[in-house]
């Protein structure tokens, strides 16, 4: 496997991890038993992990992609630059899979109740 395609495998697991970790933390856990604690729970543990996940996995991976495909200098497209935005918006993804899973929740009880 080509560092280019392993690279594409860590970028779609910068997206499917949070997105699998919000789901599980938010409709699985029984801890905390308020809702809203758990919905912010379940934001910003995923939030945390991607923020590490880029530190740790996108970076590197990136870097030796960029070098094997002939770039001059990777490591300034995978800095401290890639952190700050996981950083700052980390959170949207979790949050946005929650939101859609509330809605598509609150949809199904309707029809549920409608046509039952």
């Not at 395609?5 to 938010?26: D, K, Y």
Request: glycine content about 6%; aromatic content about 12%; overall charge positive.
């Amino acid at each position: 496997m080509e560092n280019s395609q392993i690279f594409e495998l860590v970028r779609w697991g910068s997206l499917i991890i949070p997105i699998f970790l919000a789901l599980g933390i938010f409709h699985i856990a029984t801890w905390p038993r308020n809702r809203f604690l758990r919905l912010l729970a379940s934001v910003l543990i995923p939030w945390i992990c991607v923020v590490f996940y880029v530190a740790t996995v996108f970076n590197p991976v990136g870097i030796k992609a960029g070098l094997d495909s002939g770039l001059e200098n990777p490591q300034m497209l995978y800095d401290n630059n890639t952190i700050a935005s996981s950083i700052l918006g980390g959170w949207f993804v979790p949050l946005l899979t929650i939101s859609l899973s509330l809605l598509v929740s609150k949809i199904r009880n309707v029809y549920r109740a409608e046509y039952s």
